[in-house]
């Protein structure tokens, strides 16, 4: 409540509004957000640290400015300044589009302020979200009994994945634990990996295939090598619908392999996973419902506000055993016969009613328009990979998986840095028109402009405005002069490649080791990730047996293994390295390789280079 002083200043007397400032200023801002979903854009619009310090300084307001000031702001200054995820045209990353349901339920959920933590304080919500989590039970194939929880979102899910696998299996943290992913797991993966505790040789990332997904026999060679050495394999987290490019990793393949060995199968779904309501979708996740965990993002395609993830657990009871702490001051909430308090099965304590909103969009308007709305995603993408495919300024580099097209222009005669540099200046001028964003990536080492569509409000001629903006726009000849080429990374011995300090440094971190003739370096599927440069001799480098390459003094192995893939992971060893001969070799341990690679960008730029050449011909 607040009054004016003579002067007509704010002040207010306590931290509550007039029924009839609430109503003025809750119209204002419905009024406002109506008109703001009509507005063409643009897309995005970037701001430099600075430029946002002049525009919201930030000093303390300790004196009141009232809310019709503060929404001008906001209007004015802060909500500008942020990548419009719902517009038609924002294609880049995961588009988050929203329904007006959910985002006024939101709004009453906060206002009511809900607690979603007990069920004797929220039976409600409670009982909303035992009915999504079930809907999205189903729609998994997951069995009857399967239980879930809503999250903060993806990450937070995964992580809880991991977290209830590993009291399931083994109860507190095991030294030789091992985690399974593929290169083209989501980068939370290694993050839970990390936070939970896994040392950087406890996750083998394994290559992918020609088409991105996880590769079984790889995996089931990792999996045996680790039995050997006494390692436990603990679960594999594959991908449904891999945030790349859409890939599914082979679900049922990676259920048989799991069930085998006893293996905790989870399915990173966030993104992909809705899918799984149309026909196609189902198709493309077959096997999904054979998982142990499997983790959702409702605010990705299944068009709820941001914090909005779930993760279900195929065994009943696992989450609460995972997470259930009950002291004294929580022992009112005990429950009874059928009663589930969310709070026992995550991380979370005080907890959003994030089932109010999810049930009330979904309720309102049917699931076969959530379906209808997920379907045109897929049609969409389906549209944007034949496009591409027809278009001979366009080359497709994976085609349409759940939402998901790869490709980029093509200009003849150029390098992999040229084009690198054409198509991010293409995204760049692309973004500048207001109208469209797409993001790129990289696919097995080669650039990639990377278009997702999951918006409910895109459409076909937002789909055909970017690829022909892409395909047409003609590109400055500035832009691919000032890439650097290749050839930049001068040729000679790595050890070249450092400076005197550098060398130093690599004399104080490595050692040195002799191999003799016949000597196995470096096991296939092995988990120890040093890096080595021979001084003399040579090396045979072998797949199945097979000799893929030589190397010899000035040249290096152990690279794919020793750099970063995320999270401080490395890739599993892919291949074997016998010694031919005596060879002399200086061995560098990944965290000291990471460090000299960050102050020498030659050496970086020539192991980066080899790892994504090797990589490719695995
Ligand atoms: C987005 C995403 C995540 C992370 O989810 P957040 O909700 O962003 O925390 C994890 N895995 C995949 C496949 C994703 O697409």
């Given amino acids: 409540m607040y009054l004016t002083d003579a002067v007509g200043i704010l002040i207010f007397v306590d931290l509550s509004m007039t029924p009839e400032e609430m109503r003025r200023?809750?119209?204002?801002?419905?009024?406002?957000?109506?008109?703001?979903?009509?507005?063409p854009g643009p897309v995005i619009r970037r701001a430099t640290p600075q430029a946002m310090a002049d525009l919201l300084p930030g000093d303390e307001p300790k004196a009141p400015l009232g809310l019709d000031a503060v929404l001008g702001t906001l209007v004015d200054d802060v909500y500008p300044h942020a990548s419009r995820v719902a517009h038609p045209g924002y294609f880049a990353y995961i588009p988050g589009s929203t329904t007006w349901p959910a985002a006024l339920v939101d709004f009453m959920s906060s206002v009511a302020n809900v607690y979603a933590g007990s069920w004797a304080e929220s039976a409600g919500p409670s009982r909303l979200e035992l009915v999504v989590l079930d809907w999205f039970r189903a729609w998994l194939g997951l069995p009857e009994g399967a239980e879930g929880v809503l999250t903060s979102g993806g990450s937070a899910a995964n992580l809880m994945a991991f977290a209830v696998a590993r009291e399931q299996l083994l109860g507190a943290m095991h030294a030789d634990a091992m985690i399974y992913c593929s290169d083209q797991a989501h980068s939370s993966v290694g993050r839970a990996a990390r936070v939970l505790g896994f040392r950087s040789d406890q996750v083998h990332v394994i290559p992918s295939d020609d088409g991105f997904r996880l590769r079984v026999d790889a995996l089931a060679a990792?999996?045996?090598?680790?039995?050997?050495?006494?390692?436990?394999?603990?679960?594999?987290?594959?991908?449904?619908?891999?945030?790349?490019?859409?890939?599914?990793?082979?679900?049922?393949?990676?259920?048989?392999?799991?069930?085998?060995?006893?293996?905790?199968?989870?399915?990173?779904?966030a993104y992909g996973g809705f899918a799984t309501v149309t026909a196609r979708g189902a198709r493309a996740l077959a096997g999904i419902g054979r998982a142990d965990s499997v983790t959702l993002d409702p605010h990705k395609w299944?068009?709820?506000?941001?914090?909005?993830?779930?993760?279900?657990?195929?065994?009943?009871?696992?989450?609460e055993r995972a997470f259930t702490v009950l002291p004294d001051?929580?022992?009112?909430?005990?429950?009874?016969?059928?009663?589930?308090?969310?709070?026992?099965?995550?991380?979370?304590?005080?907890?959003?009613?994030r089932s109010v909103s999810l049930w009330a969009s979904v309720a309102t308007f049917g699931t076969d328009a959530f379906?209808?709305?997920?379907?045109?995603?897929?049609?969409?993408?389906?549209?944007?990979?034949?496009?591409?495919?027809?278009?001979?300024?366009?080359?497709?580099l994976s085609a349409a998986r759940l939402g998901i097209v790869c490709f980029r222009r093509t200009l003849p005669g150029l390098g992999e840095p040229e084009l690198a540099a054409a198509n991010a200046w293409l995204a760049a001028a692309l973004e500048a028109t207001g109208r469209a964003m797409v993001s790129s990536t990289r696919l097995h080492g080669r650039y990639a402009l990377r278009l997702c569509v999951l918006n409910h409000r895109s459409r076909e001629e937002d789909v055909r405005f970017v690829l022909d903006f892409l395909a047409r726009t003609p590109v400055p000849p500035e832009v691919l002069a000032a890439a650097v080429p290749d050839a930049a990374v001068p040729a000679g011995p790595l050890l070249d490649l450092l400076d005197e300090a550098g060398r130093r440094e690599l004399a104080r971190c490595s050692t040195r080791?002799?191999?003799?003739?016949?000597?196995?370096?470096?096991?296939?599927?092995?988990?120890?990730?040093d890096f080595y440069a021979i001084v003399s001799g040579a090396v045979r480098v072998l797949i199945d047996g097979v000799v893929v390459r030589r190397l010899g003094p000035g040249e290096f192995f152990g690279e794919i293994a020793a750099t970063d893939w995320g999270s401080g992971y490395g890739y599993v060893r892919t291949a074997d390295v016998v010694a031919e001969e005596p060879t002399q070799l200086i061995v560098v341990p990944a965290e000291d390789l990471l460090r000299l690679m960050d102050v020498a960008p030659a050496l970086r730029e020539r192991i980066l280079a080899a790892r994504a050449s090797r990589l490719g011909t695995l």
């Fill in 25 to 39: 200023t809750g119209y204002a801002v419905v009024d406002r957000m109506v008109a703001w979903m009509a507005e």
């Fill in 329 to 353: 001051y929580l022992a009112d909430s005990a429950t009874h016969g059928g009663e589930v308090n969310f709070s026992d099965r995550g991380l979370q304590l005080t907890r959003r009613a």
């Fill in 371 to 396: 379906r209808a709305a997920i379907d045109s995603g897929l049609d969409l993408a389906a549209l944007a990979s034949t496009l591409v495919d027809d278009d001979p300024h366009l080359e497709l």
């Fill in 222 to 269: 990792a999996v045996a090598a680790d039995r050997v050495a006494g390692r436990v394999p603990l679960l594999v987290s594959a991908s449904g619908g891999a945030t790349n490019t859409g890939a599914v990793d082979p679900l049922d393949d990676i259920a048989d392999l799991c069930a085998e060995h006893d293996l905790w199968l989870h399915v990173d779904a």
């Fill in 302 to 319: 299944f068009f709820q506000p941001m914090e909005c993830g779930a993760l279900l657990v195929r065994e009943s009871g696992a989450l």
């Fill in 513 to 529: 080791l002799v191999a003799p003739a016949g000597a196995t370096v470096v096991s296939r599927w092995a988990g120890d990730r």
